[in-house]
């Protein structure tokens, strides 16, 4: 590895399409080392070393709003491409098939099999720091699997319905974490990532987090 | 393993300055929002609360200057309420980079604006601040009463029916403020925390009548997700807020352990 390659910043894009606030999330990957855009201008999405798809709502919402800034198409040309990406609260929960939030029907991008349902715990939204079992291997997680991160959300995938004996095919590692239910907590799958938490709310575990992810572009 | 109670400091701010003394040892300005959200992020804070309590709408945009400085240093949840009236006070807190906001008075006066609030930008978003005193007798069924205007201003409406309304209109979660403990350091209404238990779902956080760290754990006991405080953090010692941590992990609950 060349000097200059060692110490530039991988430039990362952060997806803006009316998503909440993305104030924190684009201060927290700078300062986990990239160099970042908030942008949903195609050349940018599509050339940045990675893609961050935050995503704050109703899932019906979130994938409207994705629709409207030709999101889908990005993300998917990208994980076609092998380019990582990483979404967040429903930036993971619209890479599953589809959500039972509001009697939705819109599908999700479902790059991953399992629907998102409302969790059935005493008291919802599960709102606040938990812990997680991280997967084994977790590059994500790695040197954190003890913390606890911020989660606020009320629908979860709660099971994981990927066929192992599919050909070809390296298994996702899938973290979990509770909430009355057993509930995914994140998915790492080659280039295509995604947390349930908010890693850019997560304090000093979830910088952590963003910056393995960082170095990983 | 479960999600832990979370422990919430709350900064009074007037026109960009924290308001009540803080006392921190080695501040360099104690009014200042900013540092003083990082002394609290380091100390442990789950989340923090900004109440905005400036007269004048005139100065509000030092609000929205300090609320996006602080979310651009410090990386835990931050709620900010005060005067907060409408679907464009939020949208503008939420682009500041606030990551929730607290609503009370305009809530009262008008309830729909909750319904409107939250299918726009999620329940998440939404915290309802209930200031609720013990009723003179026979005036609500539950026996406690919403009030306004911190407290002055009663309403007839009865708390624990406009928690349970307020949580069927869409909000993420409900600060409950006991006007009766507030400031008396004897404690939490523990009786009151225990009725709106029973009648919401959405994560509940008790506030007022916090004198000693031991007091906390009664509070999740009666039925609190979380905590907040001011006076025994800004006035108390440096580890105050691990103090209250210890107490409640003691008393058999969940806490996330600080930097």
Redesign the interface.
Known sequence: MNRQTHQSRPSVAVLDYGS??V??AV??LE?AGADVELTAEHDAVLQAAGLVVPG???FA?VMRGLQAADGLRLIGRRIAGGRPVLGICVGLQVLFEGSTEHESTEPGMAEWPGTVERLPS??????????VRAAEGSRLFEGIEDE?F?????YAVQQWEFDVNQPRMEAPQVTWA??GVPFIAAVENGALSATQFHP?????A??ALLANWVKSL | ??????VIPCLDVDAGRVVKGINFADLRDAGDPVELAHRY?RAGA?ELTFLDVTASSGERDTTFDVV?RT???V???LTVGGGVRSLADVGQL??????KASINTAAVNHPPVIDEITSH?????LVLSLDARRAPAGLTRSGFEVTTHGGRKGTGIDAVAWAAEAADRGV??ILLNSIDADGTKDGFDLEMIRAIRAAV???LIASGGAGVPAHFPEAVAAGA??VLAASIFHFGPDHALADVKNAIAAAGYPV?HG?
């Not at chain 1, 911020?150 to 009320?154: D, I, K």
Request: charged content about 25%; overall charge negative.
């Open positions: 909440g606030n104030h924190s201060r927290a300062r704050v709502g109703a919402a005493e008291v919802v939204p599960h709102m606040g720091w938990n812990t606890r911020y989660f606020v959300h009320s509770e909430h850019e709310k997560s304090g000093d979830g910088a | 393993m479960s999600v832990a109670i979370r992020d789950d996006a979310a651009e240093e990386f835990i949840p939420l682009r500041c980079g606030a990551d930008f999620g329940g998440q978003v993420g979660e779902r959405v994560p997700d979380a996330r930097p």
